[in-house]
């Protein structure tokens, strides 16, 4: 048994050596790459979807697409940073599923910026401070994250790319039994996520809702009797016991995140578009505006309503499309959607989620 191991492990380290010469050589290439582009963005998420939807074709196992996507995201990460550390926003404190979708999307954050509000994320990428916020905006439980399709209406960011998370609520706490629990800290969403579990083995508990769940988690390992809701990070990052493991109601909950820019992208093969649509408040309005979708073949995937700023019981309709404005169906339907709406502002044509 013992020489079948050294076995391995000096074929171990043989590939490692290997694998080693060559994400130096593919770093070098990337470094010569970010010359000749010039003044263009360093980080380029139609490029880097490309990337990895070819090595998911390719993959054989036995490692698991996910685990593909992590490891060549950290790699392209760190070759991106030989150019510039890039600097990303967020929702914070640190332990938020929302460093947790920027570290997905990314391959880990070299300069992040943790933001008290969503607000805060949009002004820190507007003023030019960052070169890139990470939002939430829809949750498959919840539905949509209303902060964010307000800013959205306002804003002249463009959307860039777009970050899918399984979501798995763990009950952190600093007490040794659920029997102590006496308070709930999490999330007004990730309390409503969980809510039939915490009906069931904590009726008793009080639930406060705070501004995050690491927030709560922060609480929770400083009050005798807290317990909160939160991810595996923050029970590292505060030092908490995990109670209890996947405490959603919803075991395929997923939040939707987005990516923010001041800079469009170009298509990747497999895009999504976000628009932002108005128009008047008369019967069959709303289908008459849709139409040109169906005539040229454009799939919608979203409509969400909500509440115009401009005149009570007047609304706006944010819709997700399927492709690239640049694409020539697209570009067709939109310009008779034009023709029809009060308002059609294109918020980001960007790739679709990979893995």
């Not at 582009?37 to 697409?65: D, F, H, M, T, W």
């Not at 408040?281 to 008459?288: E, H, L, S």
């Given at each position: 048994?013992?020489?079948a191991l050294k076995q391995h492990r000096d074929q171990i380290d043989a590939i490692d050596e290997q694998l080693l010469k060559l994400v130096n050589a593919r770093a070098q290439h990337a470094r010569d790459i ?117 800013l959205l209406m306002s804003t002249q960011l463009r959307i860039c790319g777009e970050v899918t998370l399984p979501i798995h609520h763990n009950l952190l706490t600093n007490t040794a039994t659920r029997e102590q629990v006496t308070t709930v800290y999490a999330h007004a969403q990730s309390l409503a ?163």
């Open positions: 048994m013992d020489d970010g010359s000749l582009k010039g003044e263009g963005p360093i980080y380029r998420p139609e490029r880097e979807a490309q990337v990895l939807r070819r090595l998911l074709a390719l993959n054989q196992g036995p490692l698991s697409a996910e685990a593909v996507t992590a490891i060549f995201r950290g790699v392209m990460s760190n070759c991106r940073a030989l150019e510039k550390q890039l600097s990303v926003a967020f929702l914070g404190p640190a332990g938020t599923y929302s460093e947790e979708a920027a570290n997905k999307q990314f391959g880990g954050v070299s300069a992040p910026v943790l933001c008290n509000t969503i607000d805060d994320v949009f002004r820190m990428v507007e003023s030019g401070k960052v070169d890139y916020g990470v939002v939430p905006v829809e949750n498959s439980t919840e539905g949509a994250v209303g902060r964010t399709l307000d996520q969980c809510h039939a579990w915490l009906n069931q083995h904590l009726p008793n508990a009080q639930r406060q809702a705070v501004s995050s769940n690491a927030e709560g988690a922060r609480l929770a390992a400083s009050e005798a009797g807290a317990a909160a809701i939160a991810s595996r990070r923050a029970a590292e990052l505060f030092t908490l016991n995990v109670l209890a493991e996947s405490i959603e109601d919803d075991p395929k909950n997923t939040t939707r995140f987005l990516v923010l820019a001041t800079h469009d992208v170009a298509p990747s093969g497999q895009d999504k578009t976000s628009l932002l649509l108005a128009t008047r408040n008369i019967p069959g309005a709303i289908v008459d505006l849709l139409a040109p979708l169906a005539l040229h073949g454009v799939s919608m995937s979203k409509l969400e309503s909500r509440p115009s700023r401009n005149g009570l019981w007047e609304y706006v309709f944010f819709v997700d499309v399927e492709g690239h404005c640049q694409d020539a169906a697209l570009a067709s339907a939109l310009q008779e959607i034009g023709q029809r709406a009060s308002l059609v502002k294109v918020l980001g044509s960007y790739p679709l989620a990979v893995a």
